[in-house]
């Protein structure tokens, strides 16, 4: 299992799928691997998720919803939908890796998005209450799964 | 973009596929260009003023964070810059090792600006996503490519991305022969694609544009400046790099947080692949001068989308000169050299992939930086972008919208620009009269 936090922890809530990364990578789970990715450059995600199984990506997301909402797609069925972006500070992002890995044949054989609606993206603020307990959720959820996997990894510390 | 009668204004509240956030704003009145504004809105960082009071020693490592596609030429002008002033002579062994970090940066960030991001503009697609449905295996082996570079820089850099493993003085440690030794065959397939990648770049249908530009580069006695070197322009310009503040002014605009350079008494000039190639050409590889040739790019090369052809070849140089150095690579006795700290001012630049950036530090005898002076190349390139911009704007704003905006896009990524990096200053709130 590979998990992939996107994000940038200098931009508020955009942070949180570093933050989730840290913990996971913190506590040190087995046949876990843990990346975070501060650049969402689409060849850095493919050549991250080269040769896994099931990857979990957590990004933030930018969606006209409650921040904390956390919404769950799975990237090899449905593409994100346009109006529910994942927040990039670069031109290009998840999306554009996910497409361009399926033309190229280079997917896992799972590829699931946690996306966690986020609030407050300004330079220098900390998660939002509501976006740091939905992180916490997203860890345990994410344990939960790891229990049930039996797929074996190794274990990278995060960049 | 608003129609009146003689007026026409566009637009572009975002740019894609430029590192760094930016926009662009530009107004023609009667035909006549009456304001092109490269406006960066990306907030200022405030690097120089972090590095006050700090130990010299942590100068690569925190200007390294100014970019994550380009930290090493960050290093390298540091590094240069202290090791100027404390006059430490880096062992030919150590520069070699250095020359093959460098080289890695230029060849992922190269990659990725010509596959990645420049490429589908002149194929009229809208993102490399679509292009790949007709390129799939250049694109693939493009990855691949820069996949090589990325291997070569986290082996020598300790990582791929802000690699931590160069210090003032050479390296914190070194890689084994037989560990560079098994990158030769990634690195050989890599120029395989590069071939094949200049070659298919130099057949894309160019715009018809050659500006007279002024090329500002680094200059080496005997190589293709990357590492260090002597400055030169095109205009006659020859000074050490200590000099290099008499050479250009720089000053703020309220448009934009990064500040524009021009040469003294001249205006605006071009630093990067265009100007290396131009200023340096007999000093590339006999391969990116073989393949330069045969595609009919030789200087003088003027027409600044003609760059993405330029980068290929050095890619080519790039990877050509890397597989020289890791097969006569010899592990130096020390990984770096010890030096007497020393109180003063050093001067410093390197060829970063997107041009000459320039450090000055003024050191304390107690080896703490008093004072920091950084200038990247997109800042120094941001005046001819906009340049460039003015010279095309009559016939820009003729397009319908879209095709106006891709094509100012297009302009734009000529000088892969990395804004994130060229941000300086805060934005005053000064109005403009023609606003």
Known sequence: ?159 | MASHEHQRTIRISALARVEGEGALFIRVRDGQPMDVRLQIYEPPRFFEALLRGRPHTDAPDITARICGICPVAYQMSACNALENLFGITIPQEIRQLRLLLYYAEWIQSHTLHVVMLHAPDFLGVDNVVQMAQTNRDLVQRALQLKKAGNQLLALIGGREIHPVNVRVGGFYSVPRPAELRKLRDPLQRGLETALALARWVARFPFPDFEPKYEFVALRHPTEYAILDGHVVSSYGVDLPVSRFEELVVEHQVPHSTALHYEIAGRGSYLTGPLARFNLNFSQLSPLAQEVARETGHVPPLQNPFRSIVVRCLEIIHALEQSLALIERYEPPARPWVDYEVRSGIGFGASEAPRGLLYHRYEVGADGSIRDARIVPPTAQNQKRIEDDLRLLAPSVIQLPKDRATRFCEHVIRNYDPCISCATHFLRLDIVDGDQ
Do not use: C
């Not at chain 1, 529910?84 to 998840?94: D, E, P, R, V, Y």
């Not at chain 1, 993206?121 to 509501?130: D, H, I, N, Q, W």
């Open chain 1, 1 to 159: 299992m590979l998990v992939i936090g996107l994000g940038n922890p200098l931009r508020g809530d955009d942070g949180v799928g570093i933050w989730i990364a840290e913990q996971i990578a913190a506590a040190d789970w087995p046949d876990v691997m843990v990346l975070a990715i501060e650049s969402g450059e689409p060849t850095q995600l493919i050549e991250a998720w080269a040769g896994a199984k099931r990857v979990y990506v957590v990004d933030a997301l930018v969606a006209p919803l409650p921040p904390g909402r956390v919404l769950r797609f799975d990237l090899l069925r449905n593409p994100v939908p346009a109006h529910l972006a994942t927040f990039s500070t670069h031109g290009l992002g998840l999306s554009e890796a996910v497409q361009l890995a399926r033309i190229l044949g280079a997917l896992p054989s799972k590829l699931t998005l946690y996306g966690i609606v986020g609030q407050q993206f300004a330079y220098g603020v900390s998660l939002t209450p509501e976006v740091a307990t939905a992180a916490q959720y997203v860890v345990a959820r994410l344990r939960r799964l790891l229990r049930h996997a039996a797929t074996p990894g190794q274990h990278r510390s995060p960049q």
